[in-house]
């Protein structure tokens, strides 16, 4: 009909699908977690404590829009662990008794801090990033720039973006265990999506992230460790989100496939379901499959070649298999949302989809998590 | 009172696999809005996933940059 | 107007008063504080469209555009006014010339309080020299600039300015996921954030009546935007004949239609040009609003009702 037509033209009329706008309000946001891996088996324990991490983060968000276009975001966390992780896994003669673990408990804090300011303009955004992470024995340094830009009558997005960091080791006591001293490491990673609007409840993302790494790429506390001294790795993720206006529920639906020049290919599947109960409640039960191949210099300490080639014995460079179940429990009042969430991670060779060594040094964790937003 | 097919056809879709994508009207564009159907409906949430997943496994990535490493990994 | 979705008590009501005429945005949101923070930024937008286009601010568009009128300058546009002079021309098409935004300087022959009490007609000479400066085909245009060539002539959004803000305010609040929720500007009405696919039950009344007034019926609707247009019982009685204060701006002199039409559309600013032209058309008003296919509720001089919307006499909340 002419009057909808030229109706339609009007600018007012036809604003971007999604907020791409900077934030009506400010808000902020704590959060406090714990997670607890479980012991290791004693019949794989050669030697050391069977206890390992215990983990506890503190996380803060600030997020305020500045002036009418743009939007500032500000994370940090601080996270203090101690316990104790593998130095090494042999190969066992019997199948058990191979991991030794590493001599005293650490205790270590960690501290970052990011922010981002985006800008918002009719067809898009754009922002500078920088972030910082602290610990006693690395630091890093990053920044990055992305920007996003709406077509097709935002139906569609595209958005880029690249990020370079600066990472500097000092591992501890490193004149006593024969360690290196001041290393450094350079990252510069660029990442490509895609995103479309299906209809009016759903919407599918697709990305692709690049990602170069230079420099001391070896895990210092492992015995023997020697990894190579550049790595370039590749990250396809897809996101499928869906509304069922019936149920008042959404669905998200997420698989990434990865590979690296170490070797190592895997596979992440996630799935969530988000339920609410009126406007005050939302429970959100959540399942991830995660398995990866083992790298290629992945072996038994035992086997461990002379010390000018490549190997490692850490149980993260082997093929295995998680699978984690999570729960999130949220409820608004007022200007508050609590959110409170459990989850529990396990990992098995046996859920692995790849062969390859593995290592019994894998481990499981539980995590609970407390969090409290305001907005203001 | 849903008779835009005049403007609808004009329209393009750019993804192979939404085989049958309708143009959402600037007035039907609410639910897309809503926090749980963002892509990541909570920040912190993530972060710390993004976090404790990299500390445990030999994977990282996703829909955005990867930002500053840790010694957690 | 008087919308009530399902449950009136947790809602959020947020009343001003803006374009002339009582608004009000209601949303179905509990928290004070976050409502508050949106409905000023809706607020503002619609201020933003009443300083930019109303004829009785000096530093809105359409007072810069009248005053230059008859002085062969042009003023430069933007892409915004451009669209909504488009829309005007759409109008005007549509209407066979009787939606014409140069019609309000009219006015000045038919002071209606006037006329009543001198129980006297304006003189038809003046009213043909007065429409001599009205008509949208003489308004000269090119991209991004507009012309008024004779001493006054004068461009009026008034007529399609409100809807556009109500659409305008709808379509920021979908974009910002806000919502379910209703706002209207003087009888005017769009909603906006409607996922459940409840009905709100809006009361219409007479357009131009103050907040007592009574009103004419109930009607259930799920989404989009009503308008309503007429001048609905109110007319002068000069010479013992009924005129309505609607203009005719082909012959200079107030139509003979409906009294009162109300139409449903997805854009409150289709509803109410459509309502308007239905009313201008006089007494092809009702073949016209039939024809147009848009769902209608109309009332005729002797008080008929007719149309294609289910409503509800009585009764009501």
Excluded at chain 3, 178 to 204: A, H
């Amino acid at each position: 009909m002419a009057l909808t037509a030229s109706a339609l033209a009007l600018p007012g009329i036809s604003v971007p699908a999604k907020a791409d706008t900077p934030p009506t309000e400010s808000s902020i946001g704590y959060r406090i977690s714990s997670y607890k891996e479980d012991k290791l088996p004693e019949k794989f324990l050669l030697t050391g404590s069977p206890e390992r991490y215990d983990i506890t983060i503190h996380q803060f968000q600030l997020v305020t829009p500045v002036g009418e276009n743009y939007g500032l975001t500000l994370n940090s966390s601080y996270e203090s662990m101690s316990g104790a992780s593998p130095w090494y896994a042999l190969r066992s003669f019997d199948g058990e008794k191979s991991i030794v673990m590493s001599g005293a408990t650490i205790h270590e804090q960690r501290r970052d801090y990011n922010l981002t300011m985006r800008r918002y303009h009719d067809n898009g955004n754009y922002a500078i990033s920088l972030g910082t992470s602290k610990e006693n024995d690395y630091d890093s340094w990053s920044g990055g720039f992305d920007m996003s830009r709406n077509f097709n009558d935002n139906q569609a997005t595209l958005s880029g973006g690249i990020s370079m960091s600066n990472d500097d080791i000092n591992p501890t006591d490193a004149a006593l265990f024969n360690r290196v001293m001041d290393e450094s490491k350079r990252t510069a990673s660029g990442f490509f999506s895609v995103s479309q609007i299906i209809n009016q409840n759903s919407f599918f993302q697709s990305s692709l992230n690049v990602t170069r790494h230079n420099g001391f790429l070896t895990d210092p506390y492992k015995l023997g460790d020697r990894r190579p001294e550049s790595k370039t790795q590749i990250a396809w993720s897809n996101a499928y989100r869906r509304f069922f206006t019936s149920l008042d529920a959404a669905m998200h639906l997420d698989l990434r496939l990865y590979d690296d020049s170490f070797g190592i290919n895997s596979v992440t599947l996630d799935a969530s379901w988000y339920q609410n109960y009126g406007d005050n409640w939302q429970i959100t039960p959540s399942i991830r499959y995660y398995s990866q191949s083992a790298a290629d210099f992945f072996t038994p300490a035992n086997d461990f070649s002379s010390p000018a080639l490549l190997n490692s014995s850490d149980y993260r460079l082997a093929a295995y298999g998680a699978v984690s179940g999570g729960l999130q429990l949220l409820t608004r009042l007022d200007n508050l949302t609590l959110t409170f969430v459990l989850e529990r991670y396990v990992t098995d060779d046996g859920y692995s989809i790849y062969g390859g060594y593995s290592s019994p040094a894998l481990v499981n964790f539980t995590r609970m998590s407390l969090g409290v937003s305001y907005t203001f | 009172m849903k008779k835009k097919q005049l403007l609808i056809s004009a329209l393009v879709c750019i993804a192979p696999l939404a085989t049958s994508c309708q143009p959402v009207q600037a007035w039907e564009r609410g639910t897309l809005a809503k926090p749980e159907m963002a892509i990541d409906s909570y920040p912190m949430e993530t972060i710390l996933n993004n976090h404790i997943f990299f500390s445990k496994e030999a994977s990282n990535g996703g829909h955005n940059a990867v930002g500053g490493g840790c010694g957690c990994n | 107007m008087s919308a009530t979705p399902s449950d009136p008590v947790k809602k959020f009501h947020y009343r001003f008063r803006a374009m002339g005429s009582p608004c009000e945005i209601i949303l179905e949101q509990e928290c004070k504080d976050t409502s508050r923070a949106v409905v000023s930024l809706l607020e503002k937008e619609v201020r933003r469209l009443e300083n930019q286009y109303s004829r009785f601010l000096p530093n809105s568009i359409t007072t810069r555009i009248n005053e230059s009128a008859g002085r062969g300058i042009s003023i430069a546009i933007d892409q915004e006014t451009e669209k909504l002079l488009d829309y005007a021309d759409t109008c005007y098409e549509q209407s066979d010339g009787l939606f014409d935004i140069t019609s309000g300087s009219l006015r000045k022959i038919w002071n209606y309080h006037d006329l009543e009490q001198k129980q006297v007609l304006p003189d038809d000479s003046v009213i043909r020299k007065e429409l001599e400066k009205v008509g949208w085909k003489k308004v000269e245009r090119q991209p991004g600039r507009i012309c008024l060539p004779l001493i006054g002539m004068e461009i009026d959004f008034g007529g399609i300015v409100k809807e556009y803000a109500v659409d305008c305010v709808a379509a920021i609040a979908e974009a910002r996921g806000i919502g379910p929720g209703i706002v209207e500007l003087g009888g005017d009405i769009r909603m906006f954030g409607n996922t459940t696919g409840e009905s709100w039950r809006v009361g219409i009344r007479d357009p131009h009546g103050a907040v007592l007034s009574s009103t004419i019926a109930f009607i259930n609707v799920q989404q989009g935007g009503i308008a309503t247009s007429g001048d609905y019982e109110r007319y002068s009685l000069i010479k013992g004949k009924k005129y309505s204060h609607i203009l005719n701006p082909l012959t200079g002199w107030p139509v003979e239609g409906l009294s009162s039409v109300t139409v449903l559309a997805d854009q409150c600013i289709v509803a109410g040009s459509a309502a308007s032209i239905a009313v201008l058309k006089g007494e092809k008003g009702i073949d016209w609003i039939k024809a147009l296919g848009l769902p209608f509720l109309c009332i005729d001089q002797r008080g008929r009702t007719s149309g294609t919307i289910e409503q509800f006499k009585q009764g009501g909340f």
